[in-house]
């Protein structure tokens, strides 16, 4: 047996939650540097202020991520003075800034804390980052040593963003559950893996009970019980699947499907990860034969408008062979229980498109 460690994340939740940070973030340091997004940053920026009021905390600065999480924007928070001599780093923003942030402080060795405004996808907790190359296409996956130090989820600002970012993490962790159980499917797992598969179980359930109500709620900017648990879901119980179990249960076909549409140009344009991922659900469950199942989410689709046909995601049947290809070259769907083939995933997605609930 080799010896292993795992680094579990660390959270804390509510709408005055900032106020902790001082509890938390003082015996790493005095000298924080917040990154990450423009508006984002703008969005925080009073809260984090007063949440570190009084303490040894100091915000030296407020600096940009770069825009995407690639290679290239971490070099140049690297080569950043004032982040290089930063004693911890304040990461703020969605998925993208985030996952900068966790590349960065993975080779610099900073204590990272993040704050997401966001909660369309478990980012903030995972030990997995997506990185992007130039032209904003997925070029491969980075995995940080550990997860950030510590997660603050501020309820308050995360209801205050735009609703169509809860909309897309519903449709992001619906993947979760379905991708983890197919593709360790025949397996036999060890502890941590059996116990990430296992708590991937509990991820479509509250969805699928509260996702359409805690969207209702978001769009009012309403901070609910129903809201917060569905939070808790796309951060924090998807981000601990990640974190357990190997990269293979990670992630399967849902992922491939969004990492085959980035190639187009109006999907990076006009949707949202969680948006696309949730149409690959379908095609993946389709694709496996699990009609009741895939019925049954189709419907919880429709119900909150989320994607279930390719029209939706403004993709015709021309785009269809650029897509499989980018889908087929992915690490996403080489352990599965089966082989999956181009034409499958072509047939599910044709399949898809004649079902009318």
């Not at 984002?40 to 600065?61: C, F, H, P, Q, Y």
């Not at 205050?160 to 797992?189: H, M, Q, V």
């Not at 998807?238 to 249960?249: A, C, E, K, Q, R």
């Not at 344009?269 to 199942?293: A, I, P, R």
Request: aromatic share 8%.
């Amino acid at each position: 047996m080799s010896n292993y460690s795992v680094f579990l994340p660390s959270y804390s939740i509510g709408e005055d939650v900032y106020k902790e940070i001082p509890n938390i973030c003082e015996p790493y340091g005095k000298k924080a540097v917040v990154v990450g997004g423009k508006t984002a940053m703008l969005k925080v920026r009073e809260a984090l202020l007063e949440g570190i009021k009084g303490s040894n905390i100091e915000i030296v600065d407020f600096v940009w991520f770069g825009g995407d999480s690639s290679y290239e924007n971490v070099e140049m928070l690297k080569k950043n003075p004032v982040v290089a001599k930063a004693d911890m780093i304040f990461a703020v923003g969605g998925g993208r800034s985030l996952d900068t942030s966790k590349t960065m402080c993975d080779q610099t060795g900073q204590p990272i804390f993040v704050f997401p405004t966001i909660a369309s996808n478990c980012a903030a907790i995972t030990a997995t980052t997506v990185i992007y190359d130039a032209n904003h296409v997925f070029k491969e996956l980075y995995f940080p040593k550990k997860p950030a130090t510590h997660c603050f989820i501020n309820t308050k600002i995360i209801a205050e963003a735009p609703s169509n970012f809860i909309w897309a993490g519903i449709g992001d962790a619906l993947s979760k559950e379905y991708e983890c159980t197919f593709s360790s499917r025949g397996d036999k797992l060890d502890h941590t893996n059996l116990l990430g598969v296992d708590i991937s179980r509990n991820c479509v359930e509250p969805l699928l009970k509260y996702g359409k109500k805690a969207y209702e709620d978001s769009k009012l900017h309403k901070v609910s019980d129903e809201l917060e648990q569905v939070i808790l879901n796309i951060i924090i119980t998807t981000g601990l699947v990640s974190v357990l179990v190997i990269n293979d249960y990670n992630s399967c076909l849902a992922h491939s499907v969004y990492y085959g549409c980035t190639t187009l140009e109006k999907i990076e344009k006009n949707h949202l990860h969680g948006e696309v991922v949730s149409y690959g659900v379908l095609v993946m469950l389709t694709c496996d034969k699990q009609f009741e199942e895939r019925d049954r989410v189709y419907k919880f689709n429709k119900s909150v408008g989320l994607p279930t046909c390719l029209a939706h995601i403004e993709v015709e049947e021309k785009d269809l062979d650029k897509i499989l290809r980018k889908a087929m070259e992915t690490g996403d769907i080489k352990h599965v229980p089966y082989e999956i083939t181009t034409e499958m995933i072509y047939n599910a997605i044709m399949d898809l498109e004649n079902v009318a609930l």
